[in-house]
């Protein structure tokens, strides 16, 4: 049974683009809660701050203001080492493009996220890529090298690799942008079996509003800001 406490907790969260005269204010406040099981979609025209607030999520950026809390731990004020300690146990990413490393097999892609995080055995990492590759239906694609895999198979392999450190929260940007429809229907599917499966956090920012419908909380954002919350 998922927990009941929050994978992340946002608060207050400030950021400005620029400097002086040129500085914009993109994100005014916005405050944001994930709960584990679950899956968020981000929607809102361009510009609006979407990627913005995901990066900063994600510890890519720092905030100018408020609070990021992951696992129960505030990441505001933490060195860089220990950012990047939260990030690798706790966040997994898609991305529009899935950025695989062409000269690498589908099981290799996916073991790099646990050599980074460096606490599994060689041995042990590739049968959990074997596991999560057939998971994401590519059982028997596993040796296969990234450029000889369709688009929608590399999504899949980076799917699977932004789940291999069993992380608490999924963040994706624009995860189904450069698939067919066929495709960006099972990979968005997987993203929300997957989450409700192993108890995690999956929140998408995507232009596609049929998608978003499918998740379980739509967040509506305008300049800066959430303007609404509400269930599908």
Known sequence: MPSLKP????????????????????L???????????????????????STLLYLLGLLDRQNEGEIVI??????HASEVERTEIRNM????????HFLLAEFTAAENVMLPMSKLGKRSPEEMREIAF???????????????????SGGEQQRVAVARALANQPSIILADEPTGNLDVN????????????ARQHGQSVLMVTHNPDLAKRTDFVLPMKDGL???????
């Open 131 to 149: 596991q999560l590759l057939s998971e994401v239906g590519l059982g028997n694609k596993v040796n296969r090298l990234a450029t000889q895999l």
């Open 183 to 194: 495709n960006s229907n099972v990979v968005f599917e997987l993203l929300c079996r997957l």
């Open 90 to 97: 706790h966040i997994g990413f898609v991305f529009q493009f």
């Open 28 to 50: 005014r406040g916005v405050d944001l809660e994930l709960m584990p099981g679950h899956s968020y979609s981000i929607v809102g025209p361009s510009g609006c701050g979407k």
């Open 226 to 232: 959430f303007v609404e919350d509400e269930k599908s």
């Open 7 to 26: 994978t992340l907790q946002a608060k207050g969260i400030q950021k400005f683009l620029g400097s002086d005269l040129n500085s914009v204010h993109v």
């Open 71 to 76: 696992g129960g731990r505030s990441a505001t």
